[in-house]
């Protein structure tokens, strides 16, 4: 049988191929050639999956970050650090504590300022949360329309708070309302300013400022990290029986986020999730006893918020960004004209 002359050229190929020598394949020698190099590391030892050379962990990216970068993420680090530790909020009530001493120069303020009262039913009312506790007994009231009603039944006459028979505790209506807030946020601001005298005194500034200005060091955390501090939310039971009111506030600590143009202004109510980066919360508390004469003022609990990896980065990136915009470090408290005291 003749053979076809397709078939003879087919075997002639396939046969002078079995006879060349066969060649490794690539995937092989890869792997022969990187059998000894390191899991964690290339060539030029640049950190990768997360490790240094020496295996210690990383931040992804980290080693490209900018030296103003890595100089916020840790001051907003140790700022964390400092609003955490427990001596902070000890030192915030001993100073409040001694504020609270002043019970007579606090009664003095409301005493003549009767206007307060019409403030508290006609502006906070609609705001904030409210229980009010009638002098005769009864139910509790904490709807707006039902507080504004036991009010004007007890004071039909414009402006009248006052100390007629049957309510003696008339006071605790111009001190519910947020401007019984005032020591509790003028001390929080104090320790979150900047360090020095404009700070408050040695003693406060130094719970928040990493070092003091007047020896040189870096400005306060207030001015640097663009930290600001708001009232979140706020809640009133006035107790027109036993002639108490308490408070109880929660104060937030944001800082500028990476989301909008850099800057150093934070709006009045940032949040975690917009522009602005919430750090913590602080609980405050102020109770006054008109008939025992207490009056108490305290921090009650400090929570720092979750803030993750790339949130600081973004914080910090958003500062040294605004602080290059403001001129750089010209400004710095540390940096003086020559010939300066």
């Given at each position: ?173 111009r001190v519910g309302n947020q401007s019984v807030l005032a020591d509790v946020m003028e001390e929080l601001q104090a320790c979150i300013a900047s360090s020095g005298p404009a700070a408050g005194g040695a003693g406060l500034s130094s719970l928040f400022a990493s070092s003091p200005a007047a020896a040189g060091g870096p ?66 508390e102020v109770f006054l006893d008109l008939k025992d004469r207490v009056l108490r003022q305290e921090v009650r609990d400090v929570r720092l918020d979750m803030v993750f990896d790339d949130q600081l980065e973004a914080v910090a990136r958003a500062l040294a960004q605004g602080e290059a915009a403001s001129g750089g470090l ?12």
């Open positions: 049988m003749k053979k076809d002359a397709g078939m003879d050229g087919l075997d002639a190929l396939m046969a002078e191929l079995s006879a060349q020598p066969k060649k490794e394949a690539p995937k092989a020698q890869a792997a022969k050639s990187t059998s000894h190099a390191s899991p964690v590391h290339d060539k030029r030892n640049k950190p990768i999956d997360g490790f240094t050379q020496d295996g210690q962990l990383v931040l992804p990216g980290s080693d490209e970050l900018p030296a103003r970068v890595r100089y916020f993420i840790d001051r907003l680090r140790s700022f964390q650090m400092r609003l955490a530790d427990p001596q902070t909020r000890e030192r915030l009530n001993a100073r409040l504590a001694a504020r609270s001493k002043n019970l007579d120069k606090l009664l003095e303020y409301y005493t003549e300022r009767p206007q307060l009262a019409t403030y508290t039913v006609e502006a906070e009312i609609c705001r904030m949360m409210y229980r009010v506790l009638p002098p005769g007994g009864g139910p509790e009231l904490t709807e707006p329309d039902a507080v504004r009603g036991l009010y004007a039944k007890m004071y039909p006459g414009k402006g009248d708070d006052g100390e007629a028979a049957g309510r003696e505790y008339g006071l605790l209506w400005r306060g955390d207030a001015e640097e990290l663009c930290l600001a501090i708001h009232n979140a939310s706020s809640s009133f039971e006035i107790d027109l029986r036993r002639g108490r009111m308490t408070s109880q506030c929660v104060f937030a600590i944001s800082t500028v986020g990476g989301e909008e143009e850099p800057g150093c202004s934070p709006p009045s109510t940032p949040t975690a999730g917009g522009s602005n980066q919430r750090w913590a919360t602080l609980t405050a010209d400004h710095r408290p540390q940096r003086r004209a020559a010939g300066g005291g």
